[in-house]
């Protein structure tokens, strides 16, 4: 029996899987929606996975969890490495690409530039309040053009004039569309106009004060729009990389560290028919009056955080 490693990477708006095995190998892969509740979406990644995992050669060795919710489900799948999003993508990147100087990301509901110089992470930053540029915002101007957000890159690719559009902030970006649509504008030239913005605003204020060099590499959800993919090679002068599995990168990188950190806790498919029961509460001990979070399973409490001194401690029995 081999080993192989799973790597979880859940977001705000997608989650993702992958299993790899010991030579780094992608063996399956899956993306899926969050939907607003990330246990149950990973209990419906795991089920996909396990449909594709082999599981009469291999058994999962290790786990490791990252994305926003990567303490949560760390937690419950007792994750052997729990690691921030910047981590897992950079690893999972250099693996692939070890001479990459930049990372582009795009996700559902945020976006960030890694810069790294000898395969060593230098410089990052990530996007802050607003959501424009980002997947759900492209998904939102696809539906008021009435074009398929997969087709959207097709339908800029169309164009003859991109169509200027303001996009620093989501409510000016939606009402400059409205406004080109009112005068007669193609809906080719908005897209690609929309395009071009998401770039300008992604290099104007994400990647604002660093410096790109190639090779660069561009991830998450929205680097599958080859608009936006055209539109960053105008800007920039380089030639974009885009991977088929770019979207999986960051569930790929922590694989990757689970397999890296040589613990072994090996994961059983089963855990999907376990009962876990998350609950948050304000302490109220002291004036910081923390929310202590607590994951119970079968009712059993197996992890909880959030206090910032003793007084919010809760025991924990494995």
């Given amino acids: 029996m081999k080993n192989a490693f799973m790597g979880i990477d859940v977001g705000s708006i997608s989650t993702k899987g992958t299993i790899i095995d010991e030579n780094d190998n992608l063996l399956c892969g899956e993306y ?29 060795a290790a786990v490791g969890t990252t994305g926003s919710a990567r303490k949560l489900i760390g937690a419950v799948l007792n994750a052997a490495v729990v690691k921030n999003e910047i981590t897992a993508h950079a690893v999972g990147t250099t693996n692939i690409h070890p ?31 607003c959501a424009a540029g980002t997947g759900a915002f492209i998904s939102n101007q696809a539906a008021r053009l009435d074009i398929a957000v997969e087709d959207f890159g097709e339908t800029a690719l169309k164009s003859t004039d991109p169509t200027p559009i303001a996009a620093r902030c989501t409510v000016f970006a939606e009402s400059d569309l409205v406004h080109k649509l009112q005068i007669g504008c193609s809906k080719e030239d908005i897209a690609a106009g929309l395009c071009r913005a998401i770039v300008l605003n992604y ?41 088929k599995n770019g979207h999986l990168a960051g569930a790929y990188g922590v694989a990757l560290l689970a397999k890296r950190s040589g613990v072994i806790r090996p994961f059983d498919f089963g855990i999907t028919d376990v009962d876990f029961k998350i609950t948050g509460k304000s302490c109220g001990k002291c004036a910081n009056n923390c929310e202590v979070i607590c994951v119970y399973k079968e009712g059993s409490l197996v992890d909880s955080w959030g206090n910032r001194c003793e007084r919010g401690a809760v025991a924990v029995g494995r």
């Fill in 203 to 243: 290099l104007n204020n994400v990647a604002k004060g660093k410096k790109i060099e190639p090779p660069v590499v561009f991830q998450g959800g929205v680097s599958k729009n080859i608009g936006v993919v055209k539109a960053f090679e105008s800007e920039t002068g380089y030639d974009i990389i885009v991977d």
């Fill in 99 to 129: 001479d990459v100087r930049t990372i582009f990301e795009i996700g559902g509901q945020d976006s960030k530039i890694i810069i790294l110089r000898g395969g060593v992470v230098t410089d990052y930053a990530m996007n802050t309040l």
């Fill in 32 to 60: 899926i929606y969050t939907k607003g509740n990330p246990l149950e979406a990973v209990k419906k990644l795991l089920h996909l996975l396990e449909a594709q995992f082999d599981a009469e050669n291999y058994r999962i």
